[in-house]
């Protein structure tokens, strides 16, 4: 038997999200860093953002600054300092999802060594197979990173001598690729599976904090190691971390797995209680998808979501499971976004164009 746990990464980080709030965090959806503010001895006192939803630019001041921008961090840092090496070697991952009676069990398969020498996972996950994943070094990073080829035959391959059938590209639901903030190596390691999977922490001449590398397993340490060197760099009060403690927005104890909106938790009664503002939100988006209309306005209400991807990607999670379904769900998405959005047809159209376009990257077989 092999432990380990599982778990939901967009939930996770939009449940941190509402923490954070609930701690007095002020969070800025859909902004971007376009630059640093230094003072007349090079020291960072502030960001310039842009509202990507409206163009506006903004100056916000801030005792320190902390990068935390994923594979993104040079590019932060090289607003600091134009000529700085790159930190991070962006590892691209990917993984496909496949009905479950590719393997029909509660179990999930761990392959201990593929032919490339890694590990392969086939483990279920919100009713589908998930499949994955790769290792490939990447010299480049962007927002939607895409499979390669060879990555997805690579685990059709080796899955295919393991499970019920071999599964073939028609049977893939999803396709998806994501981008590990790997430590750039600093002795010429190329091998991205010999690369540390630790964190790393730099502090700029300009008091500019970056922390990446890590894992989400760790991420409460590295968010302690994080605020005691911003304590520590910034002058701040010394407040002891208290991460190690604090329950997460919505945690509940047990939480009853089979009811397909335990992932609220605590939140659970606060959704069904829409179902009474407006009857109609009772109903299912989709006949084939177990996610209610009333799911859609709750993230629109408390979960900051703001376009139909938002809630198809990361608020749901049906393009990862399944992204034709996705696709014929985003104009109803978009119907009741919109309502509440107080957003007009124009935009529910320009929202379905814009998802479908991402969406396709998610298919591999055309219909
Ligand atoms: C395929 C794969 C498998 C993985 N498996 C595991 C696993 O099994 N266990 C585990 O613990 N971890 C795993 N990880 C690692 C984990 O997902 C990452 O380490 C984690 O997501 C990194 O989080 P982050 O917050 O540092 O960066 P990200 O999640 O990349 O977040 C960075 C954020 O910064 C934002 N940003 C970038 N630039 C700017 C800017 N200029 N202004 C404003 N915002 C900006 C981005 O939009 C993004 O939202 C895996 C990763 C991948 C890709």
Same mark, same amino acid.
């Given at each position: 038997?092999?432990?380990?746990?599982?778990?939901?990464?967009?939930?996770?980080?939009?449940?941190?999200?509402?923490?954070?709030?609930?701690?007095?965090?002020?969070?800025?959806?859909?902004?971007?860093?376009?630059?640093?503010?230094?003072?007349?001895?090079?020291?960072?006192?502030?960001?310039?953002?842009?509202?990507?939803?409206?163009?506006?630019?903004?100056?916000?001041?801030?005792?320190?600054?902390?990068?935390?921008?994923?594979?993104?961090?040079?590019?932060?840092?090289?607003?600091?300092?134009?000529?700085?090496?790159?930190?991070?070697?962006?590892?691209?991952?990917?993984?496909?999802?496949?009905?479950?009676?590719?393997?029909?069990?509660?179990?999930?398969?761990?392959?201990?060594?593929?032919?490339?020498?890694?590990?392969?996972?086939?483990?279920?996950?919100?009713?589908?197979?998930?499949?994955?994943?790769?290792?490939?070094?990447?010299?480049?990073?962007?927002?939607?990173?895409?499979?390669?080829?060879?990555?997805?035959?690579?685990?059709?391959?080796?899955?295919?001598?393991?499970?019920?059938?071999?599964?073939? %590209?028609?049977? =893939? +639901?999803?396709?998806? $690729?994501? &981008?590990?903030?790997?430590? *750039? @190596?600093?002795?010429?390691?190329?091998?991205?599976?010999?690369?540390?999977?630790?964190?790393?922490?730099?502090?700029?001449?300009?008091?500019?904090?970056?922390?990446?590398?890590?894992?989400?397993?760790?991420?409460?340490?590295?968010?302690?190691?994080?605020?005691?060197?911003?304590?520590?760099?910034?002058?701040?009060?010394?407040?002891?971390?208290?991460?190690?403690?604090?329950?997460?927005?919505?945690?509940?104890?047990?939480?009853?797995?089979?009811?397909?909106?335990?992932?609220?938790?605590?939140?659970?009664?606060?959704?069904?209680?829409?179902?009474?503002?407006?009857?109609?939100?009772?109903?299912?988006?989709?006949?084939?998808?177990?996610?209610?209309?009333?799911?859609?306005?709750?993230?629109?209400?408390?979960?900051?979501?703001?376009?139909?991807?938002?809630?198809?990607?990361? %608020?749901?999670? =049906? +393009?990862?499971?399944? $992204?034709? &379904?996705?696709?014929?769900? *985003? @104009?109803?998405?978009?119907?009741?976004?919109?309502?509440?959005?107080?957003?007009?047809?124009?935009?529910?159209?320009?929202?379905?164009?814009?998802?479908?376009?991402?969406?396709?990257?998610?298919?591999?077989?055309?219909?």
């Amino acid at each position: 038997m092999y432990h380990d746990g599982q778990f939901d990464d967009s939930r996770l980080a939009i449940n941190l999200a509402q923490t954070a709030i609930e701690q007095s965090a002020t969070l800025l959806n859909y902004f971007k860093v376009t630059g640093l503010i230094k003072d007349t001895t090079n020291k960072i006192i502030g960001v310039k953002a842009t509202d990507t939803e409206t163009g506006a630019g903004y100056q916000l001041k801030a005792k320190t600054v902390i990068n935390a921008t994923g594979v993104f961090v040079d590019d932060v840092l090289k607003m600091d300092t134009p000529e700085k090496k790159p930190m991070v070697r962006p590892s691209q991952g990917v993984h496909l999802v496949l009905d479950r009676s590719f393997l029909p069990a509660e179990d999930a398969l761990m392959i201990p060594k593929t032919e490339d020498g890694r590990v392969l996972f086939a483990v279920p996950w919100h009713e589908k197979l998930l499949i994955g994943t790769t290792d490939t070094p990447i010299n480049s990073h962007s927002l939607e990173p895409v499979a390669l080829d060879e990555e997805v035959d690579f685990i059709l391959r080796t899955a295919g001598k393991y499970l019920t059938k071999a599964p073939t %590209r028609a049977d =893939v +639901l999803s396709v998806f $690729a994501g &981008l590990r903030p790997l430590a *750039a @190596p600093q002795d010429g390691a190329s091998k991205t599976k010999e690369i540390s999977r630790s964190h790393k922490l730099i502090v700029s001449a300009s008091g500019l904090i970056t922390i990446t590398g890590g894992k989400w397993t760790t991420y409460r340490k590295m968010a302690e190691d994080i605020v005691d060197k911003t304590i520590e760099v910034g002058g701040l009060n010394n407040i002891p971390c208290k991460t190690a403690s604090l329950s997460i927005h919505g945690s509940r104890p047990n939480p009853d797995r089979t009811n397909p909106m335990f992932v609220y938790g605590a939140d659970i009664e606060n959704v069904l209680a829409l179902y009474k503002e407006n009857p109609n939100w009772k109903n299912l988006v989709h006949a084939e998808c177990s996610y209610t209309k009333g799911e859609v306005i709750w993230s629109v209400r408390n979960e900051m979501a703001r376009t139909v991807e938002d809630i198809l990607a990361r %608020r749901t999670r =049906v +393009l990862f499971l399944d $992204a034709r &379904l996705a696709i014929e769900m *985003a @104009p109803e998405v978009a119907h009741l976004m919109a309502g509440e959005l107080g957003k007009d047809a124009e935009w529910e159209t320009a929202q379905v164009k814009a998802f479908n376009e991402t969406a396709k990257n998610y298919i591999l077989t055309p219909h």
